[in-house]
């Protein structure tokens, strides 16, 4: 059975850095699969911010929502089978609950449990 | 990007059958069958039930099926049981653009 599990700081200052891990269980991230991560902020719908796909470089090839691409870094850390999110000049629009998922048949199959960063000083 | 619009709420009543409607711009859906559901219950990780249209993952119960005409893309709950009671929401790949796009999700209630 696949898992996917988030972890990383709940609260994170205006203007850091917000940074978050997926370790995956259950399936190799070497397996040419896509990874993705998706953030629903409060009350608000959900938001897909990018993806990962293991193409044999140390850190994957990655392809981002253009409305974060230029604030968002998806890499992939093969030997640990987990894969990461670095979010930097984050405000408080960048509030979320955070999600892994790996990408399926076009869609999303199985998601993490998701975790909430909270952007306040 | 522009997310496609679903229902804030629907209900009914055990043993009915429901419908969600997932309407997009043309340009979102275009001529793909890309259209993903899941169902996502409190505390719970959100659970692919349809994808690629009307494809159920293995395990899902029967009583899920998906649908598309055109820009609205459907999914029907038959035979309605309080475990249905969640938060269902589409989502579509966008191939021009390669990205997805999320739907603002619908709140089913078993009356």
């Known amino acids: 059975q696949v898992q996917l599990q988030e972890s990383g700081p709940g609260l994170v200052e205006p203007s850091g850095t917000l940074s978050l891990i997926c370790t995956v269980s259950g399936d190799s991230l070497s397996s040419r699969q896509w990874w993705s991560w998706i953030r629903q902020p409060p009350g608000k719908g959900l938001e897909w911010i990018g993806e990962v796909y293991h193409s044999g470089s140390a850190s994957g090839s990655a392809t981002y929502n253009p409305s974060l691409r230029s604030r968002v870094t998806i890499s992939i850390d093969e030997p640990k089978n987990r894969f990461s999110l670095r979010v930097t000049s984050v405000t408080a629009a960048d509030t979320a609950v955070y999600y892994c998922?790996?990408?399926?048949?076009?869609?999303?199959?199985?998601w993490g449990q998701g975790t909430l960063v909270t952007v306040s000083s | 990007q522009s997310a496609l619009t679903q229902p804030a709420s629907v209900s009914g009543s055990p043993g009915q059958s429901i419908t969600i409607s997932c309407t997009a711009t043309?340009?979102?859906?275009?001529?793909?069958?890309?259209v993903s559901w899941y169902q996502h219950q409190p505390g719970k990780a959100p659970k692919l039930i349809i994808s690629e249209v009307s494809n159920r993952p293995s395990g899902v119960s029967n009583r899920f099926s998906g649908s598309k005409s055109g820009n609205t893309a459907s999914l029907t709950i038959s035979g309605l049981q309080d475990e249905d009671e969640a938060d269902y929401f589409c989502s579509s790949h966008i191939s021009s653009s390669t990205l997805y796009v999320f739907g603002t999700g619908t709140k089913v209630t078993v009356l």
């Open positions: 998922a790996r990408n399926k048949d076009w869609g999303f199959d199985p």
């Open positions: 043309s340009s979102d859906f275009g001529g793909y069958n890309y």
